[in-house]
């Protein structure tokens, strides 16, 4: 089955990729930046992908535009629903990638973080897929969690801090 991997960091995408290749995927990855806040936390997610998915010969489909103001406009004032509008945001995104791409699915690496959502996740990709005529690939891969941490450690990976918006940074720092 030909893929596409909504990927929001390398670390993240370490366990996935490997359960989707032994799976005999094929495999294209797509980072998705609107979210990410500041921008410089932005470019180092992405450089790292860039280094990793060079070093495992995985083709990466990257945002060239940054619409910062885009995602904050279209969750101001619904910060507390924040997460449902994002996931929404980023599978659509990738479902377009994908329906363009002529691929037969699409997936998120959101799915390997215990942090998140995964019924909400789920119920979201798989209406979108519904829309575009596509199937949203659900797997837990919460299993492979600390293989995943452990893996992104011995390669020296930056590893950030929270999920990427400008709501997670300050619940994660501001105490």
Same mark, same amino acid.
């Given at each position: 089955m030909k893929l596409l991997l909504h990927t929001c960091c390398a670390p993240?995408?370490?366990y996935p990729l490997k359960v989707l290749g032994q799976m005999? #995927?094929?495999? #294209?990855a797509f980072f998705y930046r609107h979210n990410i806040?500041?921008?410089? =936390?932005?470019?180092? $997610? /992405? =450089?790292?992908l860039k280094h990793y998915s060079q070093s495992i010969d995985l083709k990466v489909i990257y945002? &060239?535009?940054?619409?910062? =103001?885009?995602?904050l406009q279209s969750v101001v004032f619904r910060e507390r629903d924040r997460c449902r509008y994002c996931y929404y945001d980023r599978l659509k995104a990738t479902a377009l990638v994908a329906k363009?791409?002529?691929?037969?699915?699409? &997936?998120?690496t959101l799915l390997y973080s215990k942090f998140q959502n995964h019924e909400l996740i789920k119920e979201t990709g798989e209406a979108i897929a519904k829309n575009y005529g596509l199937t949203f690939f659900y797997h837990d891969f919460r299993e492979g969690w600390k293989s995943g941490i452990e893996e992104s450690k011995?390669?020296? #990976?930056?590893r950030q801090q929270y999920c990427?918006?400008?709501? &997670? /940074?300050? /619940? $994660?720092?501001f105490k």
């Open positions: 993240c995408s370490i005999d #995927m094929d495999v #294209m806040h500041p921008f410089t =936390e932005c470019q180092k $997610r /992405e =450089e790292t945002q &060239s535009d940054y619409k910062i =103001e885009e995602f363009k791409g002529k691929f037969q699915a699409f &997936s998120t011995k390669l020296n #990976m930056y990427g918006c400008i709501y &997670s /940074e300050k /619940e $994660r720092y």
